[in-house]
């Protein structure tokens, strides 16, 4: 199931409200849904999505998650409403994380992030 943008914009700002405001100081920017899907571009079309990122630089500090990777993923894996909301609220959890231990000069999940790529890559590699 692919739930239009709006659907996905109303369930990802009630998944905000259940988050301690104090995790949103300082992101200046907010949290944005953008209509993007961004593939992954060490990886073939279509296997890999990158479904939020966050940003700080000379804008300020803000989360985009990515409506489009998520519903490339929901289609090819066909979600259900409960799916998506998990994916949601993981995705926005670990941007919130990269924001706080930015603000904190932390990077273990940095660090964590570019270990589970690097696992990834190399499956990849092995299976082709």
Known sequence: MVLSFDRAGELLDGLAEQFPPALFGGLNG??????????????????????????DDLLGRYINLYYGSFAALA??????????????????????????????????????????????RQEYRREQ
Do not use: I, Q
């Open 30 to 55: 907010g949290v944005n849904l953008l209509e993007d899907a961004v593939p992954d571009s060490e990886f073939p079309p279509g296997e890999m999505y990158v479904l939020g990122e966050y940003c």
């Open 75 to 120: 289609e090819k894996e066909d979600w259900s409403r409960e799916t998506w909301e998990e994916e949601l609220r993981v995705t926005l959890s670990h941007e919130l994380t990269h924001h706080m231990e930015a603000r904190s000069g932390l990077h273990a999940l940095d660090d964590r992030d570019a270990r589970e790529l690097e696992t990834w």
